[in-house]
């Protein structure tokens, strides 16, 4: 039996560069790039703006969606009270901040490429990797 290949799927906080990279990300999919699926924080039916990074984890939790965030001073601190409170997560991405836009997108890419959700379950990663 074939294997389904389940895309990982992605929202950003509110703080992630906004604009630039939302348009970036759609640019990449015009070009015929690989669909990065991803809502933001203030979208409609995702956490509206201003919403506590806690709040935030337990939406992305609850929706299966890993948390890409820019906000490596307190995101760590509310992952692990996260996790301590029993509960679970798709998965924490905090952005490095000598990275691109397109090695970010570059790095999305291949994670929904080549990636099944439950390898990020439950960890924090600081991206991209290389």
Known sequence: ?????????????????SRKLRHALVKHALIGGWPINFVRVGDPGVAPYGTPDPDVLIWAA???RVLVSEDKKTMRTHFADHLAAGRHSAGVMLVRPSATNDDLIQYLEMVGVACRPDEFHDRILFVPEW
């Open 62 to 64: 609850d929706h299966g």
């Open 1 to 17: 039996m074939t294997e389904v290949l389940v895309p990982v799927t992605f929202v950003f906080d509110e703080q992630m560069r």
